[in-house]
């Protein structure tokens, strides 16, 4: 089984662009019920498991076999 080597800056980066636009989404109230605002619990719980199943996902798909073509 391969662990990859992730690179911290770039889980950095990506969880901070989804974060983002959650908070816009929130903040603008779109694709909510109810009325608009900031769920600063919601954006912490994104910010700690994004990067856990990012991870997860990069270590199945290290662990793919292709087949010849």
């Known amino acids: 089984m391969e662990f990859p080597i992730p690179s911290r800056a770039d889980y950095a980066l990506r969880t901070a662009v989804v974060v983002a636009t ?6 603008t109230g779109t694709f909510v019920d ?7 619990a919601h954006l912490a719980a994104v910010a700690v498991l994004f990067p856990t199943f990012s991870y997860l996902i990069d270590v199945v798909v290290a662990n793919v076999r292709r087949s010849p073509e």
């Open 22 to 27: 959650l908070a816009t989404l929130q903040y």
């Open 34 to 40: 109810g009325p608009p605002g900031i769920d600063p």
